[in-house]
């Protein structure tokens, strides 16, 4: 069974930043593509950026600009970079292989004054 740990989630005021951290255990990790999603209270999980085995990332619209995932294969690590975070970006963040369901406990982000 695949293990995810999210970390680095946090409270932080708008316009702050944190780094989000996913360790995964899935075999073969640098041949999956994988993604950072989140999910807000009330809302559906949505995904916020994925990064591919060549290491191109992709992004939600609310994600450009701001965002910046990366990975490190050696240690089988996911970052997320979020900047200039706002209220609206409150939610519970997970990540997993693209086209799996590896969900971990997940790292909530709280954006508030």
């Known amino acids: 069974q695949v293990q995810v740990a999210e970390s680095g989630g946090g409270l932080v005021k708008p316009g702050g930043s944190l780094r989000l951290t996913c360790r995964s255990s899935?075999?073969?990790?640098?041949?999956?593509?994988m993604g950072w999603y989140r999910q807000a209270p009330g809302k559906s999980r949505e995904l916020v950026a994925s990064?591919?085995?060549?290491?191109?990332?992709h992004y939600a619209s609310f994600a450009k600009g701001r965002f910046t995932i990366s990975r490190d294969n050696e240690h089988k690590l996911v970052y997320l970079q979020m900047n200039d975070l706002q209220v609206d970006d409150t939610a519970v963040y997970y990540c997993t292989a693209i086209g799996y369901e590896d969900w971990g406990q997940g790292t909530q982000v709280t954006v508030s004054l």
């Open positions: 990064i591919t085995i060549g290491e191109y990332g």
């Open positions: 899935r075999d073969q990790f640098r041949f999956h593509d």
